[in-house]
């Protein structure tokens, strides 16, 4: 019985000793996930504070590059524009109305 007792001792300590190691590692994983959880919560945070800043910037450089090519008149500067082309002719009164218009070629390079 004695040697019996001895080996399930033997066995118990050597469970203890592997639960301690395990514990022991399963302690510095957790150092490691919780270090690695505080340094995503930093970027997340530096990444969502930055994003808007980003976003604008990209509607900004788009805006000035395609903006003047799709830049509208509105109803008022189109009246404008419609009265001094009225006023225009009137002015000249129909004189251009007269001459024959010159052919011009479309594409040519001078």
Do not use: H, N
């Not at 000035?64 to 009246?79: C, D, N, Q, W």
């Amino acid at each position: 019985m004695t040697i019996l007792s001895e080996t399930v001792k033997t066995s118990l300590d050597g469970v203890r000793k592997s639960l301690k190691g395990f514990e022991k590692g399963v302690e510095e994983f957790e150092k490691k996930v919780l270090r690695s959880l505080a340094s995503s919560t930093t970027w997340w945070t530096k990444v969502r504070s930055e994003l808007p800043g980003q976003i604008k910037d990209a509607f900004a450089k788009i805006s000035t590059r395609v903006g003047s090519p799709i830049a509208f008149a509105t109803k008022e500067e189109l009246r404008e524009v419609i009265a001094r082309i009225e006023e225009f002719e009137a002015r000249f009164d129909g004189s251009f109305r007269d001459t024959p218009a010159r052919k011009t070629r479309v594409g040519a390079k001078a």
